[in-house]
């Protein structure tokens, strides 16, 4: 990818970006959002090596490059609001199977999503989940003043409005950075982890535009777009500095 306008990285340096997906090296933890574990079949999309199976073996691709102690699944986890279909508890169990067979624990924080989640995931369910400086949750509503005080959360890590980008007339999936954006810490959307999800195009977003909370200033958020064929993440320049060259 060239002429983009790609940077340097700012911030902490112990985030690795792989495949929609993201690990918190100095916690040992992998973070991914927004699986919608059921929207092939709710949607009767044909995808060509079937959702559950194209899930699991990147599911397991990361736990092999990272081997996690612990793995959070940052909401919408399903893809049903008002019931689980088989098929989706059949491929939510094989998730589950594939993370304790790495030796990982497994924490879901649900997203809007997932009222059912609690009832046919065998993990713990907490609104957010706090590890060191870093608070998880899906993003879809302001994380409780009891499980994320501002004065002590260095970042927070949140799905829910699944941003792609479009640079140089190709849309990829994109992570979005913003340094000290909410409560004055660091915040960081997450790509939705399907590829089933469209994603929304963040090129000419503003902050009313997204549907997180957290979201309180989309100029300052940086896209971090993943490279698969160089393996390693290709920051840019803010949202309002980079708007005026894509």
């Known amino acids: 990818m060239t002429g983009a306008g790609a940077t340097s990285t ?26 919608h574990v059921g929207r092939a079949d709710a949607s009767d999309v044909d995808f060509p090596v079937g959702e559950r ?12 490059a990272f081997a996690p102690e612990t793995v959070v699944f940052a909401g919408d986890v399903l893809h049903r609001f008002e019931y689980v279909p088989a098929v989706a508890r059949e491929t939510l ?33 907490p609104d957010c989940h706090r590890f060191d400086d870093v608070v998880v949750c899906h993003g879809h509503e302001p994380p409780a003043e009891d499980a994320a005080s501002a004065s002590d959360v260095a970042l927070y890590v949140v799905g829910h409005d699944h941003p792609t980008i ?26 939705s982890f399907t590829e ?44 309002g500095d980079l708007r005026a060259h894509l």
Do not use: K
């Not at 194209?54 to 092999?64: G, I, N, P, V, Y």
């Open 10 to 35: 700012p911030g902490r340096d112990d985030l690795a970006f792989r495949d929609r997906a993201v690990y918190v090296s100095g916690s040992d933890v992998l973070v991914l959002a927004d699986l």
């Open 53 to 64: 199976a194209h899930l699991r073996d990147r599911l397991e691709a990361l736990l092999d």
């Open 93 to 125: 169990d094989e998730l589950v199977a594939s993370v304790a067979a790495a030796g990982a624990d497994l924490v879901a924080t649900p997203g809007n999503h997932d009222p059912q989640l609690p009832g046919v995931l065998d993990a713990p369910t």
């Open 166 to 191: 479009d640079i140089e007339g190709q849309r990829r999936p994109t992570y979005l950075y913003g340094p000290g954006t909410y409560r004055g810490s660091d915040v960081l959307l997450l790509p």
């Open 196 to 239: 089933l999800a469209a994603g929304v195009e963040v090129n000419g977003m503003w902050t009313d535009d997204f549907s997180s909370p957290l979201v309180t200033d989309a100029n300052a958020l940086r896209p971090v777009v993943y490279d698969a064929d160089a393996r390693e993440p290709l920051w840019f320049p803010p949202l």
